[in-house]
């Protein structure tokens, strides 16, 4: 039975944050959102929110967490599909506006909380966005043989540049506009790559004739 009660456990507290992660729009934000609306969104009395989660702000947390998490499994899907054969740029920048397409509100949450008023949200945000740079900035650096603080420099202009663009794409309706946007996108990686690789270059040579 305990682990029947365990996977239920698991059920309810899912039921929450997707009843959270669904409420939110580019007119609400977490902060707006109330405990009784999330519990009846998930069908559940409020008494039973507290059985998992002891406050909002812990399910704010949890929801970010996940956010990060998301983010990460994202770029390993893009990894599975480029080792397949294409473009590095296209197709991670395709991957994430399928994400945007899908799953945007996982995204807003993100670029809401970067900037919300709760210090530990900010925190949780500006963390997670550190786990995705460095994950992207090791990939770049073992893929593209490249100086290791160029490999970073690259990735977080890409994470600066990929953010800005899905924040864009957030709202936009008309899929002509989104892929134009796309395409805008991945032309601006590709000229932060081609100087990332002539600075490696550049670097790695300089470090021989010393």
Same mark, same amino acid.
């Given at each position: 039975?305990?682990?029947?009660?365990?996977?239920?456990?698991?059920?309810?507290?899912?039921?929450?944050?997707?009843?959270?992660?669904?409420? !939110?729009?580019? $007119? %609400? +934000?977490?902060? &707006?959102?109330?405990? /009784?609306?999330?519990?009846?969104?998930?069908?559940?009395?409020? *008494?039973?929110?507290?059985?998992?989660?002891?406050?909002?702000?812990?399910?704010?947390?949890?929801?970010?967490?996940?956010?990060?998490?998301?983010?990460?499994?994202?770029?390993?899907?893009?990894?599975?599909?480029?080792?397949?054969?294409?473009?590095?740029?296209?197709?991670?920048?395709?991957?994430?506006?399928?994400?945007?397409?899908?799953?945007?509100?996982?995204?807003?949450? !993100?670029?809401? $909380? %970067? +900037?919300?008023? &709760?210090?530990?949200? /900010?925190?949780?945000?500006?963390?997670?966005?550190?786990?995705? *740079?460095?994950?992207?900035?090791?990939?770049?650096?073992?893929?593209?043989?490249?100086?290791?603080?160029?490999?970073?420099?690259?990735?977080?202009?890409?994470?600066?540049?990929?953010?800005?663009?899905?924040?864009?794409?957030?709202?936009?309706?008309?899929?002509?506009?989104?892929?134009?946007?796309?395409?805008?996108?991945?032309?601006?990686?590709?000229?932060?790559?081609?100087?990332?690789?002539?600075?490696?270059?550049?670097?790695?040579?300089?470090?021989?004739?010393?």
């Amino acid at each position: 039975m305990s682990g029947v009660r365990a996977q239920q456990k698991e059920k309810t507290r899912r039921q929450i944050i997707n009843a959270a992660l669904n409420q !939110l729009s580019a $007119e %609400r +934000s977490f902060s &707006s959102l109330s405990l /009784r609306e999330v519990a009846k969104e998930a069908g559940l009395a409020p *008494t039973s929110f507290y059985r998992h989660f002891s406050d909002m702000d812990e399910l704010g947390l949890t929801l970010v967490d996940e956010a990060g998490l998301t983010l990460r499994q994202l770029m390993r899907q893009a990894r599975q599909r480029i080792a397949k054969g294409g473009s590095v740029i296209q197709i991670s920048v395709q991957t994430f506006m399928e994400l945007i397409e899908s799953n945007g509100n996982i995204f807003r949450l !993100l670029l809401r $909380e %970067r +900037s919300g008023t &709760s210090a530990a949200f /900010r925190a949780a945000v500006i963390r997670e966005i550190r786990y995705f *740079t460095m994950e992207l900035c090791d990939y770049l650096q073992k893929a593209n043989q490249l100086d290791a603080e160029v490999a970073y420099m690259q990735a977080n202009a890409a994470v600066t540049i990929v953010f800005s663009a899905g924040s864009d794409a957030l709202d936009i309706a008309d899929k002509a506009d989104r892929n134009h946007l796309a395409q805008q996108t991945i032309q601006q990686l590709r000229f932060i790559a081609r100087g990332a690789l002539e600075l490696s270059d550049r670097r790695k040579r300089a470090r021989k004739t010393r």
